[in-house]
Protein backbone atom coordinates (compact mmCIF):
# COMPACT_ATOMS: atom_id res chain seq x y z
CA UNK A 1 0.00 0.00 0.00
CA UNK A 2 1.22 3.19 -0.89
CA UNK A 3 1.32 5.42 2.07
CA UNK A 4 2.89 8.78 0.32
CA UNK A 5 0.05 11.24 1.48
CA UNK A 6 0.32 9.91 4.77
CA UNK A 7 4.32 10.66 4.97
CA UNK A 8 3.70 14.02 3.19
CA UNK A 9 0.76 14.92 5.67
CA UNK A 10 3.14 13.83 8.50
CA UNK A 11 5.83 15.82 7.34
CA UNK A 12 3.83 19.32 6.59
CA UNK A 13 2.02 18.71 10.05
CA UNK A 14 6.12 18.58 11.68
CA UNK A 15 6.75 21.96 9.69
CA UNK A 16 3.96 23.87 11.23
CA UNK A 17 4.37 22.14 14.75
CA UNK A 18 8.22 23.61 14.96
CA UNK A 19 6.71 26.62 13.73
CA UNK A 20 4.10 27.13 16.64
CA UNK A 21 5.74 25.35 19.23
CA UNK A 22 8.62 27.87 18.57
CA UNK A 23 6.48 30.60 20.06
CA UNK A 24 5.32 28.52 23.32
CA UNK A 25 9.15 27.91 24.29
CA UNK A 26 10.62 30.53 23.51
CA UNK A 27 9.63 31.81 27.09
CA UNK A 28 11.32 28.81 28.54
CA UNK A 29 14.72 29.13 26.60
CA UNK A 30 13.90 26.38 24.60
CA UNK A 31 14.61 26.73 21.10
CA UNK A 32 13.13 24.49 18.29
CA UNK A 33 13.88 23.91 14.15
CA UNK A 34 13.88 20.47 12.12
CA UNK A 35 15.69 19.02 9.84
CA UNK A 36 14.15 18.16 6.83
CA UNK A 37 16.05 15.55 4.67
CA UNK A 38 16.18 14.34 1.32
CA UNK A 39 17.19 10.88 0.36
CA UNK A 40 19.33 9.12 3.24
CA UNK A 41 21.47 5.97 2.42
CA UNK A 42 19.74 4.36 5.37
CA UNK A 43 16.80 1.04 5.87
CA UNK A 44 14.07 3.57 5.84
CA UNK A 45 14.88 5.03 2.65
CA UNK A 46 15.87 1.44 0.96
CA UNK A 47 12.78 1.21 -1.27
CA UNK A 48 14.89 4.53 -3.11
CA UNK A 49 18.52 3.42 -2.78
CA UNK A 50 17.53 0.55 -4.54
CA UNK A 51 16.70 3.17 -7.66
CA UNK A 52 20.34 5.17 -6.85
CA UNK A 53 21.12 6.00 -10.21
CA UNK A 54 17.56 6.90 -11.01
CA UNK A 55 16.86 8.91 -8.00
CA UNK A 56 20.87 10.45 -7.59
CA UNK A 57 19.70 12.86 -10.88
CA UNK A 58 17.07 14.32 -8.79
CA UNK A 59 19.60 15.88 -7.05
CA UNK A 60 22.39 18.87 -7.60
CA UNK A 61 24.87 16.75 -6.00
CA UNK A 62 23.74 13.87 -7.86
CA UNK A 63 23.83 11.31 -4.66
CA UNK A 64 21.89 10.33 -2.30
CA UNK A 65 22.71 11.57 1.49
CA UNK A 66 25.16 9.53 3.54
CA UNK A 67 23.86 9.59 7.67
CA UNK A 68 26.27 11.15 9.19
CA UNK A 69 26.10 14.37 6.59
CA UNK A 70 22.82 15.46 8.48
CA UNK A 71 25.37 15.91 12.11
CA UNK A 72 26.81 19.31 10.25
CA UNK A 73 23.27 20.94 10.89
CA UNK A 74 22.73 19.40 13.89
CA UNK A 75 25.35 20.08 15.64
CA UNK A 76 25.23 23.89 14.46
CA UNK A 77 21.64 24.25 15.46
CA UNK A 78 22.46 22.25 19.48
CA UNK A 79 25.16 24.92 19.45
CA UNK A 80 23.76 27.53 21.63
CA UNK A 81 26.66 30.17 20.88
CA UNK A 82 26.20 30.11 17.06
CA UNK A 83 23.04 29.28 17.10
CA UNK A 84 21.37 31.01 19.74
CA UNK A 85 18.68 32.97 17.98
CA UNK A 86 17.65 30.51 15.67
CA UNK A 87 14.30 29.42 16.42
CA UNK A 88 10.87 27.78 14.50
CA UNK A 89 13.03 27.08 11.28
CA UNK A 90 12.68 23.83 9.34
CA UNK A 91 16.28 23.48 6.84
CA UNK A 92 15.88 21.25 4.25
CA UNK A 93 19.12 19.38 3.71
CA UNK A 94 18.70 17.61 0.13
CA UNK A 95 21.93 18.25 -1.71
CA UNK A 96 20.04 20.41 -3.93
CA UNK A 97 16.94 18.47 -4.27
CA UNK A 98 14.23 20.71 -6.58
CA UNK A 99 11.38 19.54 -3.91
CA UNK A 100 10.51 21.29 -1.00
CA UNK A 101 7.70 20.53 1.94
Not at 10 to 27: D, I, N, P, Q
Not at 72 to 92: H, K, Q, V, W
Request: net charge neutral.
Amino acid sequence: MNMIGAYSVSKTAMVAMVKALSFELAARDIRINSICPGVVRTKFAGALTEQEEEISAQFAMGRVAEPWEMGGMISFLSDNNRASYITGENYTVCGGGNFRL
